[in-house]
């Protein structure tokens, strides 16, 4: 048994004029509230530091600059660092990233339990559009404000563990969990904001929450890895946004799931050792895989009939 508490640390809608304080004080209410439940280790949403500001057309680069944080910690955020380092509580966070030398990313670091960074993971599956599409009733610029995450999915040891890091529409990619898979992953983080409405085809609606679970719990026991994912909901600024926080065992089984749209801590006791059930049986993919026979997956980027 090697047991890893861990916490999906669920907000509600973060307002578009909400200070950057205001959310860190949020956050910091849900890292003691998971620390009171016990978690190592607690994954905040993505792009959890202020409204999903994607969701508007701004050709104001720097209106749209002043969403990023140039520094992690910084000074708007050194707070929550401190005290997770002061409860001795691992956590995940994302947030828009502005580098020095001008790169715009949507990235998520894993921090320690004495408050260092210890891993950074840039979203690799960038969604929407990059131009301005009036017909929508709320736009989904992410191709527009970020670059492509330049690194592969990666796996780092720590709390004990191999964890790996991925962030929303990631999460709906196979190749996501297969490469993490590959390297041992044994929790992955997520984040996400997801919006109910899906223009391009509205019969997706109704089904947000069905898909939300559906590639994580396959991902998961695909892999025998622990999924957890921390949502950003509710209605952000008119949005309807999907909530269902949750966590997802190597057998694929959703143990913890949110019940409400706000702010709210979902944990469970994981253990690690449960993955090798998984990938040491059904999924030993050095017995079971035929790479000779997928060369396709990465010589092909579209469908070639
Ligand atoms: N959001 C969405 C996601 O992949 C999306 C994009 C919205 C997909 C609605 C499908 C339906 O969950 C982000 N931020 O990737």
């Known amino acids: 048994m090697r047991e890893l508490t861990v916490a999906a640390a669920q907000m509600g809608p973060v307002a578009r004029d909400e200070p950057r304080a205001h ?46 944080e140039t520094e992690m910690p910084g000074p708007q955020t050194q707070a929550l ?17 502005l580098t020095p030398d001008g790169h715009h990313y949507n990235t998520q670091v894993l921090v320690g339990k004495d408050g260092r960074r210890l891993a950074r993971f840039r ?32 796996v780092w040891d720590a709390l004990g563990a191999r964890v790996g890091m991925m962030i929303c529409n990631d999460r709906r990619w196979p190749e996501t969990y297969r490469v993490m898979g590959l390297q041992g992953v044994e929790l992955i983080c997520c984040g996400y904001n997801t919006p109910v409405h899906y223009a391009p085809d509205p019969s997706q609606d109704v089904l947000a929450g069905f898909h ?4 994580m719990q396959a991902g998961a026991y695909q892999n025998g890895t622990w999924v957890v994912a921390a949502a950003k909901g509710g209605v952000e600024e008119g949005v309807d946004s999907l909530s269902q926080s949750c966590i997802v065992a190597p057998s694929g089984q959703v143990v913890a799931q949110a019940y409400t749209q706000d702010d709210e801590v979902v944990a469970a006791a994981c253990d690690l050792e449960w993955c090798k059930r998984y990938k040491g049986t059904l999924f030993d993919f050095d017995r079971y895989r035929r790479p000779e026979l997928y060369t396709r997956i990465t010589a092909q980027k579209g469908v070639q009939p």
Not at 42 to 68: G, I, K
Not at 81 to 97: I, N, P
Not at 212 to 215: A, K, P, S
């Open 81 to 97: 660092f401190d005290e997770a380092a002061s409860l001795g509580v691992a956590f995940c966070l994302g947030y828009a990233e």
């Open 212 to 215: 939300n679970q559906l590639v």
């Open 123 to 154: 979203k690799v599956h960038i969604p929407g559009h990059d131009s301005n599409e009036p017909w929508r009733p709320f736009q989904h610029l992410e191709r527009r404000y970020f670059e492509p995450g330049p690194d592969e999915f990666g």
């Open 23 to 68: 959310v860190v004080g949020r956050l910091t209410k849900l890292l003691r509230a998971a620390h009171a439940r016990g978690a190592d280790l607690v994954v905040f949403p993505e792009l959890a530091l202020t409204t999903f500001f994607p969701r508007w057309w701004e050709d104001d680069q720097a209106a749209v600059d002043a969403w990023f």
